[in-house]
C-alpha cells in the first residue's frame, strides 16, 4: 500500500535558518504530493503541492520538488521565521477519491 | 468565500455512548472527506463522499459511519464509544483538482 515517512521531530532552529525537512513515499502510479502545515489548535492548511515528477510547488516562501527517481518531496525554506513553528505534514493522495495518506508529521521550532 | 465549518469544536462523551459530528464544505465543493487524527497513529483517511455517495472508506469498524446531504453538508457517526474514539477528527472540503481545505476539526474526548 501507498506510505509516507518523515524526518523525526522536532526540528529546531534560529531565526533566519535554512530549513529541510525530508519527507520518502512509497506509492502505485503517479500519486499527487502535499505539504500541509497545522498550527496549535487548529486544521491542516495546505501549504504546497505537486502533482507529477519534476513539478516544483511553492507557497510563502516554501519548495519542493517531486523526485520520482528517489520518491521523494523533501520541504524547503530559505530564512524560517518564527511565525513558521508549526507542525508540517508530507502527504500523498494516490489510492483512491480524495484521500490522502499522510506522514506522522514533523515538528518544527524557530526561535527568535 | 467561507472556509470548512465544524461543528461542535469540542465534545465530552461516556464510553458507549454515541456522537454525531458536522461539517460544511467551502460553497461549490460536493467531495468532503473525513479524518481521524490522534497522537498514536496520526491522520487516518475515514470516509469520502461525493454528491451524497460514499466513494471511498479507510480501514475502520463499523461504529464509524457517515453520510452527505443533498447541499453537501456532511456528517459522521461514531456509535458505542470507546475510549480509544478520543481523537481530533478533521472533515475535509474537496476541489475537482484533489485539492483538499481542512476544517478546525472537532475536538472529541471519551471518558
Known amino acids: 500500500g501507498n506510505s509516507v515517512t518523515q524526518m523525526e521531530g522536532p526540528v529546531t532552529l534560529s531565526e533566519e535558518a535554512f530549513l529541510t525537512i525530508n519527507c520518502t513515499y512509497t506509492?502505485?502510479?503517479?500519486?499527487?504530493l502535499f505539504w500541509y502545515v497545522q498550527y496549535p489548535g487548529e486544521g491542516l492548511q495546505l501549504l504546497l503541492k505537486?502533482?507529477?515528477?519534476?513539478d516544483k510547488g511553492s507557497n510563502k516562501g516554501f519548495e519542493a520538488t517531486y523526485r520520482k527517481e528517489t520518491t521523494s518531496f523533501h520541504l524547503e525554506k530559505g530564512s524560517v521565521q518564527v511565525s513558521d513553528s508549526a507542525v508540517y505534514f508530507c502527504?500523498?493522495?494516490?489510492?483512491?477519491?480524495?484521500?490522502?495518506?499522510f506522514g506522522k508529521g514533523t515538528m518544527l521550532l524557530v526561535s527568535p | 468565500k467561507a472556509g470548512v465549518t465544524q461543528t461542535p469544536r469540542y465534545l465530552i462523551k461516556t464510553r458507549g455512548q454515541q456522537v454525531t459530528l458536522s461539517c460544511s464544505p467551502i460553497s461549490g465543493h460536493r467531495s468532503v472527506s473525513w479524518y481521524q487524527q490522534t497522537p498514536g497513529q496520526g491522520l487516518q483517511f475515514l470516509f469520502e463522499y461525493f454528491s451524497e455517495t460514499q466513494r471511498n472508506k479507510g480501514n475502520f469498524p463499523g461504529r464509524f459511519s457517515g453520510r452527505q446531504f443533498s447541499n453537501s453538508r456532511s456528517e459522521m457517526n461514531v456509535s458505542t464509544l470507546e475510549l480509544g474514539d478520543s481523537a481530533l477528527y478533521l472533515c475535509a472540503s474537496n476541489t475537482q483538482e484533489r485539492e483538499q481545505y481542512f476544517g478546525p476539526g472537532t475536538r472529541l474526548t471519551v471518558t
Open positions: 505537486a502533482t507529477k515528477a519534476d
Open positions: 502527504a500523498l493522495d494516490g489510492t483512491g477519491y480524495s484521500t490522502l495518506t
Open positions: 506509492a502505485t502510479g503517479y500519486p499527487s
